[in-house]
């Protein structure tokens, strides 16, 4: 690349946020000329690519909030998309199941909130849980939404990826984020780009990106490291999703299972707290600023106990152990075979905002911007699901 590239927009990130709202741009403003610039060879390496795949039908989250908006119609347009595009899609359907009365009232309050939020999701006594899925074991009741399904992320992916080259954005991939230099220059590792607007969808950096442009002044990530263990024979043991009751003050659902789009199945995710934003494994991609930065935060959240982070934590690092991690889905069926749960998925990362004055994590979408720039700041799980519905709502109210 020679010279400074001009545009209409740059897009900083080519994960699901970055190429939803490249596609929605693309739409609305078919002319305009739109980059997206990304560090890694390829698009989605990082959240994206390793999502569980699992499109969510939004009865988890408060009516007034942005996640169950999104969460719900995103829902329908990403089937949407993969049946358009003859993207592979898994209609399994979800059953979340309880173990004591405790958690059956639980289950009423997430009906409620799915009702208030239009999805389609209906109480279930025992007996039709069992005619949904056969080895699903639950006390009393069960909430079951038939709205969700799985995909293959890495398929969507790189259907997008394509559409948007059609239709003439431009990606350049091996180009990270430098800094910025002023009015809307953005200087990466392969040059100089000039935008009328840039928009920030770079995940687990987009707090240091915002920071560049004089935004996320109370926010900082904090990353959480979660693994799958995959179960290696088939028949899997179930046909469809099985979820814990989930505790509703926190943005972690409990190990469940998960059914992939070809039918193979998992259980997880671990929800571990990470030491540097990409510590995916080992010392990968190792750095000692962002690990400095991440332990002092996390060494506040464990000596304040903010949303029980402490009892969190060392529940979460036992789930390094295959055995534990195993024992913690036996309860949620009839059988099941745990040592053939006996190998572990490609760890993904989440890029968790933590609000600085109050030592909590943000559970909804975060966006800050002017009229120059916009940082999706918090795009949190279930954020593959949301990205279209996501997208459309952005641009209605940051650039159209």
């Known amino acids: 690349m020679s010279g400074v590239v001009k545009c209409d927009y740059l897009i900083v990130g080519a994960g699901i946020n970055g190429l939803s709202i490249a596609l929605e741009l693309k739409r609305r403003f078919p002319s305009s000329c739109i980059v997206v610039i ?33 969460t719900r119609d995103g829902n329908r347009m990403l089937k949407s ?6 993207l592979s899609l898994n209609e399994c359907g979800k059953l979340v199941v309880a173990k004591d009365e405790n958690e059956r009232e639980t289950l009423h309050e997430l009906y409620e909130r799915g009702m208030a939020n239009g999805v389609n999701v209906e109480i279930v006594d025992s007996d039709r849980a069992t005619e949904i899925e056969p080895n699903a074991k639950t006390f009393s009741e069960a909430l079951y ?24 954005v431009k990606i350049y991939t091996r180009t990270a984020f430098l800094h910025h230099a002023g009015l809307n220059r953005v200087i990466t590792s392969q040059g100089s780009f000039d935008a009328q607007k840039v928009i920030n969808c770079s995940g687990l950096y987009a707090d240091r990106v915002a920071k560049a442009f004089g935004f996320a002044d109370d926010y900082t990530i904090v990353p959480f490291k979660g693994i799958y263990l995959k179960y290696g024979a088939t028949p ?43 510590n995916y494994g080992g010392f990968d991609n190792f750095d000692l600023s962002e690990m400095t930065e991440i332990l002092f935060y996390e060494a506040k959240l464990f000596l304040t106990d903010s949303f029980g982070f402490r009892s969190l934590a060392f529940e979460e690092f036992k789930k390094y152990s295959r055995e534990y991690l195993s024992s913690l889905a036996e309860d949620m069926v009839k059988v099941v075979d745990s040592e053939k749960f006996d190998s572990w998925s490609t760890p993904g990362i989440r890029a968790q905002l933590l609000d600085r004055r109050t ?29 279209m519905a996501f997208a459309k709502w952005v641009v209605d109210e940051y650039i159209a």
């Open 38 to 70: 990304e560090k890694e060879r390829e698009v989605g390496l990082h959240a994206s690519g390793r999502n569980s795949g699992v499109l969510h039908a939004g009865f988890y989250y408060t009516r007034d909030s942005l996640k169950a908006r999104f």
């Open 359 to 387: 030592l909590e994590l943000v559970q909804d979408f975060i966006v800050e911007g002017d009229e120059r720039s916009v940082h999706i700041l918090n795009a949190v799980s279930p954020a593959f699901t949301c990205a």
């Open 81 to 86: 998309y993969c049946r358009q595009r003859g």
């Open 236 to 278: 899997g043991p179930v046909k469809t999703n099985i979820y814990p009751v989930p505790n509703l003050k926190n943005p972690f659902l409990g190990v469940h299972y998960t059914v992939t789009v070809d039918g193979s199945v998992k259980i997880g995710p671990t929800a571990i707290p990470a030491f540097w934003r990409e």
């Open 145 to 168: 939404s038939p709205d969700t399904a799985t995909v293959d992320p890495g398929e969507i992916l790189r259907s997008m990826t394509s559409d948007l080259e059609e239709s003439g």
